[in-house]
């Protein structure tokens, strides 16, 4: 059986594979991709000498429900047809290369075996991360200049909630990256990494006491459309909000009516270590700040359909000063920044 008689909605085009419920995909399972990075993670655990392991399944984006020791995995990087998908609707594609699946599945793996091992019941974890029975915000505005959360997944999403703030650090700790002594050295969070290190080497051996293997919202049973379902998702991260850049970023690029040499994106994606040397970026907090701003900038050039029509010097130059002004906004008038969604 070939995959295009297994998914016909492979060679679908954007618009019939909308009109498709969630159900009727026929996904089973996660797929050869998304199984190859599942299997790094729980080699990592295996390497930590931690015994648990999280279960997944299939549904419509990351999450790990409350009081589950499992991860659901979005639906789109079990098949790289509803990856093209995914990039054409939010213009991006969340875990959509290997390291960034590898962060996410470490970041979701910290809630799971929070909720495996009760930690958030411990007095020193509340005392190192909060409390987790506090409400989630719908959005949250961060302190860039915080040394008191790690930098791993954007928008500085450690600030969020406590239960992200310790899921984020467990992630820095478990990833191969195991400098994180020198990286944080001088920080505060330094402690919440050591925390993280003495309790997993408590816990890690022992068989986890919660063992709640429920499948919340599996992919079978949801029975949105895909239209509706990136309707909702685009309302709520704005996707099709006018920027206060976007006049900046017409001004540098050409329109898509225009006749250009290539995409905007792919110009960015060519010339970002060279963009990065002209901003010049210093310390850990402006690099993670660059990296944030960088990335916005990629899926808003993507999104407006800009391509490029300056010589690459001009370009170069031209995106150095506009990431350059939106980086020093960030420390300066960190005010002026949107609230982030959660």
């Known amino acids: 059986m070939t995959a295009t008689d297994r998914f016909p909605w492979a060679t679908w085009s954007d618009r019939r594979l909308l009109a498709l419920r969630f159900c009727d995909l026929g996904l089973r399972d996660p797929g050869a991709w998304l199984r190859s990075a599942i299997d790094v993670l729980l080699g990592e655990l295996a390497a930590r000498g931690l015994r648990f392991r999280p279960h997944f399944w299939l549904s419509d984006e990351w999450f790990t429900p409350s009081g589950v020791t499992g991860i659901a995995l979005p639906f789109y990087l079990a098949h790289p047809r509803l990856r093209r998908l995914e990039r054409h609707q939010m213009h991006d594609v969340e875990g959509g290369t290997k390291a960034d699946c590898l962060r996410i599945l470490r970041h979701e793996t910290g809630h799971a075996i929070q909720h495996a091992y009760r930690l958030q019941r411990r007095r020193r974890w509340q005392r190192t991360f909060g409390l987790s029975s506090i409400p989630y915000p719908r959005r949250y505005r961060p302190d860039p200049r915080s040394r008191a959360h790690v930098h791993h997944l954007g928008n500085w999403y450690a600030q969020s909630h406590p239960d992200e703030d310790f899921a984020e650090t467990f992630a820095v700790w478990l990833g191969p990256d195991v400098g994180w002594r020198r990286r944080y050295h001088d920080w505060p969070v330094l402690a919440k990494l050591e925390y993280v290190e003495d309790l997993m080497s408590e816990i890690g051996p022992s068989a986890p006491p919660v063992r709640r293997r429920v499948r919340q919202d599996p992919l079978s049973t949801l029975t949105q459309t895909l239209a509706d379902h990136y309707r909702e998702r685009r309302r709520h991260y704005g996707v099709d909000e006018h920027r206060p850049g976007d006049a900046g970023l017409r001004r540098l690029f050409a329109a898509p009516g225009a006749r ?81 969604p959660v």
């Open 260 to 340: 250009p040499r290539r995409t905007a994106t792919a110009f960015l994606r060519r010339h970002r270590t060279a963009i990065r040397d002209r901003v010049r970026v210093t310390g850990p907090e402006e690099v993670y700040a660059f990296d944030g701003v960088f990335t916005d900038l990629r899926n808003r050039c993507r999104a407006m359909g800009l391509r490029t029509r300056a010589p690459d010097r001009v370009l170069i130059e031209g995106c150095a000063r506009f990431i350059r002004r939106r980086v020093r906004r960030v420390f300066t008038n960190p005010r002026a920044e949107q609230w982030i």
